[in-house]
């Protein structure tokens, strides 16, 4: 016996339980069933779920969930990151709580203690068992459902071996080399970090405008603008524009570098920009990434300035070196002032990086680095979606990674960090590396090289956590190894991820994968958008603004929120999220749940064998055949990744045609019908809900497998195991369709022009029918009691001259439905209520209207703020619209 009232967290509990310990997530290698592989984004060790994870492993869920319906044989493959820094800054400030910190070749503070870098690395293995498995745990409560047997690490034995293989074989293939450029530095982490890890953020800094005087003429100076004083000290040309008339007599000529007094070359370079500025731009080839480019191109000289931790270094004029970042621009700006050299000083809003992780300002910084090849790996990967081996859905973000897969930069893979794959390399006495898989591999040919056995110091450095991720798909299933589990399931199927990683991930796991496999990681990549307020803005701390998911599940319980979703995932648009949302199809599930009520208390219980074909009542014809054609609707948006189409059919036939519509229509057959109808009615409710949570189950798997256990007293196996439903062909009925739907359009127009009308609830009044068919008559007839208790009429006739006054009509098909409201409804106020509604939403429009015709405000308002207001003008607008068609109804009553 169900419960009056669903407890999500009771249910929860309960059969994730019974899921996990049954093997029901398991794949099986063995199975003759087609394969069907989905990889799970590994989330850092050190995460907690946020909205966003919520969004992608829902729909991964749904995916997997749903393939095991349809008889494939589905390995979600789970798995959690190391997450290099993210990792290491937590142990680090835990340790440096305790008073521990790494020795890093510095002094200790006073009367604490340093560690080592293998005592280091334990301590954060012992943290990874302590409190490394909460992304995981949480993943649970959301229902998800990968093989966690198989649970991988990017730091277990057999993916480390996996980056030792690769790593090595790209070096001897010349595709991993050693080189100094750019980098973007974390002067606090002191390590190079990724582009990902850079947070570009809005300052408001100043522009100096300096003249450099120019060699051999005589007052005559090229103007140049920075927003970064200091880097000048590294300065080692000055370029224009090769079209640029103002400079045209200057280039090949050179000018003195104020303060340092270095002769530097005046070249011709499209980066310089005629229209910005003086049109003259300092070139400093290390410590800008642009500037490094047009350095390499003429031949400039890169000056380091600069020391890891952002102080300048003995590459500067004496006196200066060891000085901050920060106090070096307030000195060079008044030895400029000094020198008659500064022009003017502008206040200047400009993007600033700063590490995400440190929230210290990142330096470009030249430093030897590892690099891989990554613009010749990246042309198999650029072909691989030219042909369509891989396709991305929605389409357009094709563009997107052709764009950078087309301008790739060589990729830096090391860190300056102790938490990671370190690198295997090894360095001899004078500096020769070698590259092996293992030590012992890298002594042996050393001992060759030098002729004798010789000491090898390592390369201290680490990965880039991406490049151990690049290797996901076919490392976590065995790889190098030729594992049965890397024969069956590569390539997989779908990446369902976030555009924001396309770059970091989707592109390098293309690449290794082709360059490693032979082939494609995957043949979908489906990127989801992002998940936002309800006003569209971007979640943050600083604003205040972060729902929680977990939040939500406690509230709601996990199927309410995976629903919403889902519900909202629509292709290339983001999803706002609001808390009344998640609410909303809360209730969706307590409809559900009072719906198996309804059936549990009527008697409509679960037959096994039950065969839909052999009913003979209409309304059960007609409910099959409905349940046959959103079964094949869901399908269908499921396959091409529309989830909100699939979640949106799902919640009007459950919700709609099925609660709030036939069981309102079999009420009477159950309390009055012959006990043969009965007994069809029955079935076939208790089979249609049956069939419903089947196809609910993907989205909602927590309450439809709580139901279908009660359903089917527990003989029903578990649903998360159950084929997806198949109607057969003999139950369907097209005439059964048309007919009542018919009847609940019908009776849907009559409640509609009720409701607009104002009609009272209790009031019951006549239906008079105009130029109705003999179909209609007939149809009217045969369902008159229905329409006249659902649809609150008493009486049905039938009109062959004009519409009485003070009546309203509406057209269903080729008849004029007529409801005369005289004594019922005061029909002159409803004219002048319903004037003055439209005259109040028209007013709404018009003030929208001028808001978003302003340049002002479209220039200066946030993209959601206008986002927004045109959603609000489109809500009046259809507001307006169902009020002039009521009081177009009235207009002849």
Same mark, same amino acid.
């Given at each position: 016996?169900?419960?009056?009232?669903?407890?999500?967290?009771?249910?929860?509990?309960?059969?994730?339980?019974?899921?996990?310990?049954?093997?029901?997530?398991?794949?099986?290698?063995?199975?003759?069933?087609?394969?069907?592989?989905?990889?799970?984004?590994?989330?850092?060790?050190?995460?907690?779920?946020?909205?966003?994870?919520?969004?992608?492993?829902?729909?991964?869920?749904?995916?997997?969930?749903?393939?095991?319906?349809?008889?494939?044989?589905?390995?979600?493959?789970?798995?959690?990151?190391?997450?290099?820094?993210?990792?290491?800054?937590?142990?680090?400030?835990?340790?440096?709580?305790?008073?521990?910190?790494?020795?890093?070749?510095?002094?200790?503070?006073?009367?604490?203690?340093?560690?080592?870098?293998?005592?280091?690395?334990?301590?954060?293995?012992?943290?990874?068992?302590?409190?490394?498995?909460?992304?995981?745990?949480?993943?649970?409560?959301?229902?998800?459902?990968?093989?966690?047997?198989?649970?991988?690490?990017?730091?277990?034995?057999?993916?480390?071996?996996?980056?030792?293989?690769?790593?090595?074989?790209?070096?001897?293939?010349?595709?991993?080399?050693?080189?100094?450029?750019?980098?973007?530095?974390?002067?606090?982490?002191?390590?190079?970090?990724?582009?990902?890890?850079?947070?570009?953020?809005?300052?408001?800094?100043?522009?100096?405008?300096?003249?450099?005087?120019?060699?051999?003429?005589?007052?005559?100076?090229?103007?140049?603008?920075?927003?970064?004083?200091?880097?000048?000290?590294?300065?080692?040309?000055?370029?224009?524009?090769?079209?640029?008339?103002?400079?045209?007599?200057?280039?090949?000529?050179?000018?003195?570098?104020?303060?340092?007094?270095?002769?530097?070359?005046?070249?011709?370079?499209?980066?310089?920009?005629?229209?910005?500025?003086?049109?003259?731009?300092?070139?400093?080839?290390?410590?800008?990434?642009?500037?490094?480019?047009?350095?390499?191109?003429?031949?400039?000289?890169?000056?380091?300035?600069?020391?890891?931790?952002?102080?300048?270094?003995?590459?500067?004029?004496?006196?200066?070196?060891?000085?901050?970042?920060?106090?070096?621009?307030?000195?060079?700006?008044?030895?400029?002032?000094?020198?008659?050299?500064?022009?003017?000083?502008?206040?200047?809003?400009?993007?600033?990086?700063?590490?995400?992780?440190?929230?210290?300002?990142?330096?470009?910084?030249?430093?030897?680095?590892?690099?891989?090849?990554?613009?010749?790996?990246?042309?198999?990967?650029?072909?691989?979606?030219?042909?369509?081996?891989?396709?991305?859905?929605?389409?357009?973000?094709?563009?997107?990674?052709?764009?950078?897969?087309?301008?790739?930069?060589?990729?830096?893979?090391?860190?300056?960090?102790?938490?990671?794959?370190?690198?295997?390399?090894?360095?001899?006495?004078?500096?020769?590396?070698?590259?092996?898989?293992?030590?012992?591999?890298?002594?042996?040919?050393?001992?060759?090289?030098?002729?004798?056995?010789?000491?090898?110091?390592?390369?201290?450095?680490?990965?880039?956590?991406?490049?151990?991720?690049?290797?996901?798909?076919?490392?976590?299933?065995?790889?190098?190894?030729?594992?049965?589990?890397?024969?069956?399931?590569?390539?997989?199927?779908?990446?369902?991820?976030?555009?924001?990683?396309?770059?970091?991930?989707?592109?390098?796991?293309?690449?290794?994968?082709?360059?490693?496999?032979?082939?494609?990681?995957?043949?979908?990549?489906?990127?989801?958008?992002?998940?936002?307020?309800?006003?569209?803005?971007?979640?943050?701390?600083?604003?205040?603004?972060?729902?929680?998911?977990?939040?939500?599940?406690?509230?709601?319980?996990?199927?309410?929120?995976?629903?919403?979703?889902?519900?909202?995932?629509?292709?290339?648009?983001?999803?706002?999220?609001?808390?009344?949302?998640?609410?909303?199809?809360?209730?969706?599930?307590?409809?559900?749940?009072?719906?198996?009520?309804?059936?549990?208390?009527?008697?409509?219980?679960?037959?096994?064998?039950?065969?839909?074909?052999?009913?003979?009542?209409? #309304?059960? +014809?007609? $409910?099959?055949?409905?349940? *046959?054609? %959103?079964? !094949?609707?869901? /399908?269908? @948006?499921?396959?091409?990744?529309?989830?909100?189409?699939?979640?949106?059919?799902?919640?009007?036939?459950?919700?709609?045609?099925?609660?709030?519509?036939?069981?309102?229509?079999?009420?009477?057959?159950?309390?009055?019908?012959?006990?043969?109808?009965?007994?069809?009615?029955?079935?076939?409710?208790?089979?249609?809900?049956?069939?419903?949570?089947?196809?609910?189950?993907?989205?909602?798997?927590?309450?439809?497998?709580?139901?279908?256990?009660?359903?089917?007293?527990?003989?029903?196996?578990?649903?998360?195991?159950?084929?997806?439903?198949?109607?057969?062909?003999?139950?369907?009925?097209?005439?059964?369709?048309?007919?009542?739907?018919? #009847?609940? +359009?019908? $009776?849907?127009?009559?409640? *509609?022009? %009720?409701? !607009?009308?104002? /009609?009272? @609830?209790?009031?019951?009044?006549?239906?008079?029918?105009?130029?109705?068919?003999?179909?209609?008559?007939?149809?009217?007839?045969?369902?008159?009691?229905?329409?006249?208790?659902?649809?609150?009429?008493?009486?049905?006739?039938?009109?062959?001259?004009?519409?009485?006054?003070?009546?309203?009509?509406?057209?269903?098909?080729?008849?004029?439905?007529?409801?005369?409201?005289?004594?019922?409804?005061?029909?002159?106020?409803?004219?002048?209520?319903?004037?003055?509604?439209?005259?109040?939403?028209?007013?709404?429009?018009?003030?929208?209207?001028?808001?978003?015709?302003?340049?002002?405000?479209?220039?200066?308002?946030?993209?959601?703020?206008?986002?927004?207001?045109?959603?609000?003008?489109?809500?009046?607008?259809?507001?307006?619209?169902?009020?002039?068609?009521?009081?177009?109804?009235?207009?002849?009553?």
């Amino acid at each position: 016996m169900l419960d009056k009232t669903y407890r999500p967290k009771e249910v929860e509990e309960k059969h994730y339980a019974a899921w996990e310990s049954s093997g029901a997530f398991a794949s099986d290698p063995g199975s003759a069933r087609l394969p069907y592989t989905i990889m799970m984004p590994p989330p850092n060790v050190t995460g907690s779920l946020h909205m966003g994870h919520a969004l992608t492993f829902t729909l991964q869920d749904i995916l997997t969930r749903f393939m095991r319906m349809q008889g494939r044989d589905a390995l979600w493959q789970p798995g959690t990151d190391h997450a290099g820094i993210a990792t290491q800054m937590v142990v680090e400030r835990q340790l440096g709580e305790k008073g521990i910190f790494l020795d890093r070749g510095q002094q200790a503070p006073h009367n604490q203690a340093l560690i080592g870098r293998e005592d280091f690395v334990a301590r954060v293995w012992e943290w990874k068992g302590e409190s490394g498995n909460t992304i995981t745990r949480q993943l649970r409560r959301l229902g998800t459902s990968p093989d966690w047997a198989r649970e991988r690490f990017t730091l277990d034995e057999g993916l480390s071996a996996a980056v030792r293989k690769v790593f090595v074989q790209l070096y001897r293939e010349g595709l991993i080399y050693r080189d100094q450029r750019l980098v973007n530095w974390d002067t606090r982490l002191q390590t190079a970090v990724s582009d990902l890890e850079v947070q570009q953020v809005e300052v408001k800094g100043r522009l100096w405008h300096f003249k450099y005087p120019v060699e051999s003429l005589e007052n005559t100076y090229i103007m140049i603008a920075t927003t970064r004083p200091e880097t000048m000290l590294g300065d080692s040309g000055v370029a224009v524009h090769p079209d640029d008339e103002r400079y045209r007599a200057l280039v090949g000529k050179h000018v003195i570098l104020p303060i340092v007094g270095r002769r530097i070359p005046i070249v011709a370079d499209d980066y310089a920009d005629p229209e910005t500025g003086t049109g003259a731009v300092k070139i400093t080839p290390a410590h800008d990434f642009n500037d490094f480019e047009v350095g390499r191109r003429h031949g400039l000289a890169a000056i380091n300035i600069l020391d890891s931790e952002g102080r300048l270094n003995d590459a500067v004029p004496e006196g200066w070196g060891g000085l901050d970042r920060e106090v070096a621009r307030d000195r060079v700006v008044a030895e400029m002032e000094r020198l008659r050299l500064l022009d003017k000083v502008e206040d200047h809003v400009h993007a600033v990086p700063h590490g995400d992780r440190s929230g210290t300002v990142l330096e470009p910084w030249l430093t030897d680095q590892w690099y891989v090849d990554a613009a010749t790996l990246a042309r198999p990967a650029i072909e691989a979606v030219e042909r369509g081996t891989t396709r991305f859905v929605p389409r357009h973000w094709e563009n997107t990674y052709f764009e950078w897969m087309r301008n790739i930069q060589p990729w830096c893979i090391s860190r300056q960090l102790w938490w990671g794959h370190q690198i295997p390399a090894w360095y001899g006495p004078d500096g020769h590396v070698f590259v092996a898989e293992t030590e012992d591999e890298a002594a042996a040919e050393a001992a060759t090289h030098y002729g004798k056995a010789t000491a090898l110091a390592r390369d201290p450095d680490v990965l880039d956590t991406w490049f151990s991720s690049a290797l996901w798909p076919f490392s976590t299933l065995g790889w190098p190894e030729q594992t049965p589990y890397l024969k069956r399931y590569y390539p997989t199927d779908v990446l369902v991820t976030g555009f924001d990683i396309i770059f970091f991930w989707v592109a390098r796991m293309m690449m290794m994968g082709l360059h490693f496999m032979g082939d494609v990681p995957f043949r979908d990549v489906y990127i989801h958008a992002l998940v936002r307020d309800e006003r569209g803005q971007k979640m943050s701390k600083s604003k205040g603004n972060i729902i929680d998911p977990l939040d939500l599940i406690d509230t709601y319980g996990a199927d309410a929120l995976r629903f919403t979703l889902a519900a909202l995932a629509a292709q290339g648009r983001d999803i706002k999220l609001a808390e009344p949302r998640v609410e909303g199809y809360r209730n969706f599930a307590t409809k559900l749940w009072n719906a198996a009520r309804f059936a549990e208390m009527n008697g409509c219980v679960w037959a096994e064998g039950f065969d839909p074909s052999a009913n003979t009542l209409q #309304v059960n +014809r007609w $409910i099959v055949t409905e349940l *046959a054609e %959103r079964s !094949e609707q869901v /399908v269908r @948006a499921v396959e091409e990744y529309k989830f909100n189409d699939a979640a949106g059919a799902l919640y009007h036939f459950t919700w709609g045609t099925f609660c709030d519509w036939y069981l309102e229509f079999i009420k009477p057959v159950l309390a009055e019908g012959d006990s043969a109808a009965q007994a069809e009615t029955r079935a076939t409710c208790a089979w249609v809900l049956g069939q419903t949570l089947h196809m609910l189950h993907p989205f909602m798997p927590f309450i439809t497998e709580e139901l279908w256990a009660n359903l089917t007293t527990g003989k029903g196996g578990r649903l998360i195991s159950a084929a997806w439903p198949e109607v057969p062909a003999a139950a369907r009925d097209a005439g059964a369709r048309d007919e009542m739907d018919w #009847v609940v +359009r019908l $009776i849907s127009g009559i409640r *509609a022009v %009720r409701a !607009e009308m104002n /009609v009272p @609830a209790a009031a019951k009044i006549p239906l008079v029918v105009k130029d109705g068919s003999a179909r209609t008559k007939e149809r009217l007839s045969k369902h008159r009691t229905a329409i006249e208790r659902l649809a609150r009429i008493e009486g049905v006739t039938e009109l062959s001259g004009p519409v009485p006054k003070g009546a309203v009509s509406s057209v269903l098909d080729e008849a004029t439905l007529i409801l005369p409201l005289t004594g019922i409804v005061d029909l002159e106020a409803e004219k002048v209520r319903l004037a003055r509604e439209i005259a109040k939403a028209d007013s709404e429009i018009g003030k929208i209207e001028k808001k978003l015709g302003n340049p002002g405000f479209l220039a200066k308002a946030p993209e959601e703020v206008v986002e927004e207001n045109r959603e609000r003008m489109d809500e009046y607008a259809a507001q307006k619209q169902k009020l002039s068609e009521a009081l177009a109804r009235l207009a002849d009553a």
